[in-house]
T-cell receptor, first 112, second 114 residues
Framework: KAGVTQTPRYLIKTRGQQVTLSCSPISGHRSVSWYQQTPGQGLQFLFEYFSETQRNKGNFPGRFSGRQFSNSRSEMNVSTLELGDSALYLC???????????FGPGTRLTVT | DQQVKQNSPSLSVQEGRISILNCDYTNSMFDYFLWYKKYPAEGPTFLISISSIKDKNEDGRFTVFLNKSAKHLSLHIVPSQPGDSAVYFCAASGQNTGGFKTIFGAGTRLFVKA
């Protein structure tokens, strides 16, 4: 069974630009969550989607948004990029009602 | 507000000995706890979990202990192997925490010396 895939793997953007990251969950998984990882901060929860609906949201500004499609694939968008948005963005999927998540390799975003 | 804390950024252990990684949480609404392992350039992988109705769960060399009264959990790896060298994240979740949301600690980097 194919794992969680994320594209692109690496991205370099400049301040003020916007970026869209993509995540394809494991087949059959309908819950997709996004996390931001920065050094020393662990994984910060961004949001979780299930059946195209955002079910939960972390404490991030409105510049961070996401969506989920009918095939459970998900995208997250960051507008008006800031230097502090440089991080590894991880996507994770799971079956509904299950706590253990399966992570993709992440997208490394660098904002210059 | 760090609801899940891993106070040791790193831990070094000799091969064959026991590794003990610790985690504290503050939200009593958490009812499920997980440990993930992360190698460089890879996403975290699920290792072991424990429900709040239990105080111990074992899977091979890995055992997780939960002390609800102290809001503390620990991961024991016995015996430790060089391949266990990675960053370990403690995570807490629960349906009562405002929907399905998992809170992660900052991670502990484990070095297992051969």
């Amino acid at each position: 069974k194919a794992g969680v895939t994320q594209t692109p793997r690496y991205l370099i953007k400049t301040r003020g630009q916007q970026v869209t990251l993509s995540c394809s969950p494991i087949s059959g998984h309908r819950s997709v969550s996004w996390y931001q990882q920065t050094p020393g901060q662990g994984l910060q929860f961004l949001f979780e989607y299930f059946s195209e609906t955002q079910r939960n949201k972390g404490n991030f500004p409105g510049r961070f948004s996401g969506r989920q499609f009918s095939n459970s694939r998900s995208e997250m968008n960051v507008s008006t990029l800031e230097l502090g948005d440089s991080a590894l963005y991880l996507c994770a999927s799971t079956w509904d009602g299950r706590f253990e998540q399966y992570f993709g390799p992440g997208t490394r975003l660098t904002v210059t | 507000d760090q609801q899940v804390k891993q106070n040791s950024p790193s831990l070094s252990v000799q091969e064959g000995r026991i590794s003990i990684l610790n985690c504290d949480y503050t939200n009593s609404m958490f009812d499920y706890f997980l440990w993930y392992k992360k190698y460089p350039a890879e996403g975290p992988t699920f290792l072991i979990s424990i429900s709040s109705i239990k105080d111990k769960n074992e899977d091979g060399r890995f055992t997780v202990f939960l002390n609800k009264s102290a809001k503390h959990l620990s991961l024991h790896i016995v015996p430790s192997q060089p391949g266990d060298s990675a960053v370990y994240f403690c995570a807490a979740s629960g349906q009562n925490t405002g929907g399905f949301k998992t809170i992660f600690g900052a991670g502990t980097r484990l070095f297992v010396k051969a």
